[in-house]
């Protein structure tokens, strides 16, 4: 049995169907469980690749943070009268044809990318080298993208600050 | 074994399906939910890159890309909650508040 591929194609599978069906329901808040299930195997996924740093990352951060503020989110605007109408746009087909366009690009250049480079070979996932993941990823992080690292800082830094202005000048707003 | 064009092609039909949705949804929050699908493909891309190679560089781009998320996703429905806040919906077709 190959077990490798067998996970896989049940990782990838279940990943897709919950992102279609999250796209294609009608309530936000099953969009959101769908997408927490996504989210899930695609941490598994990421530890079938070797990381494992970053499964416990797209754990905490993904499923723990960012979801849960689109969970607050949905809760905190009530749309159960308004979920009964149509959930697509009224101009479809303009849409849809700038959307085959782009998916016949992008699977153009897949198939140029395929061609070009099809020498890469898998290993075993969990024995890649006799560092772990993490000591890879901390002695890239802190000596080569340390910069980078900074800039991602400031920039959740300022994320907080116009978070919290945007909320606060529309309470002024509506105090007058 | 997966090769690098099976998580390739996972990749790439994960960006489509959020960009389906962030193109054609009315629901603003769902718009926002689809950008994550897209970066959650694109992590996919990175992570399968990087291992294939063997370079590390991927996995911290990876890093980087859920960093980012978590502020798109704090400033967007801070935006959310605003324009429902001022024009009580948050549909796209319905903001006509810039009209003229």
């Known amino acids: ?20 069906f999250a796209i294609f329901s009608r309530h936000p808040i099953y969009t959101v469980l769908l997408v927490l299930i996504m989210i899930i195997h695609q941490a598994f996924l990421l530890l079938t690749l070797g990381a494992e740093f970053l499964t416990v990352v797209q754990l905490i951060v993904y499923a723990g943070a960012i979801l849960v503020l689109f969970l607050f989110v949905v809760y905190l605007i009530n749309l159960r009268k308004e979920t009964k109408r149509n959930i697509f746009i009224k101009k479809i087909s303009i849409v849809a ?9 992008l699977i153009k250049n897949l198939f140029i990318f395929l061609s070009l480079s099809p020498s890469f070979k898998a290993y075993l996932p969990f024995n890649l080298e006799e560092k772990p993941n993490v000591w890879w990823i901390a002695n890239y992080l802190f000596r080569n993208y340390l910069l980078q690292f900074e800039i991602i800082g400031v920039i959740l830094l300022v994320a907080i600050f116009g978070a919290c202005f945007l909320i606060r000048k529309v309470k002024i707003v509506e105090e007058k | 074994m997966p090769s690098l064009g099976h998580y390739i092609i996972l990749a790439i039909i994960l960006f489509l399906i959020g960009l389906f949705g962030f193109l054609t949804r009315r629901n603003l929050i769902i718009i926002l939910i689809s950008i994550e699908i897209m970066l959650n493909g694109l992590i996919v891309l990175f992570a399968a890159i990087s291992h294939f190679t063997k370079d590390i560089s991927g996995y ?12 798109e996703a704090a400033i967007g429905l801070s935006l959310v909650v605003l324009i429902y806040r001022r024009l009580r919906t948050i549909y796209s077709d319905e903001i006509i508040h810039f009209k003229g």
Do not use: T
């Not at chain 1, 049995?1 to 279609?20: E, H, K, P, Q, R």
């Not at chain 1, 044809?97 to 690009?105: H, N, P, R, T, Y």
């Not at chain 2, 911290?60 to 502020?71: D, E, G, L, R």
């Open chain 1, 1 to 20: 049995m190959n077990w490798d591929l067998i996970i896989f194609y049940y990782l990838a599978i279940v990943m897709i169907f919950s992102s279609v």
């Open chain 1, 97 to 105: 044809l700038v959307f085959l366009l782009l998916s016949a690009i």
């Open chain 2, 60 to 71: 911290i781009i990876v890093f980087f890309i859920i960093a980012m998320a978590a502020a």
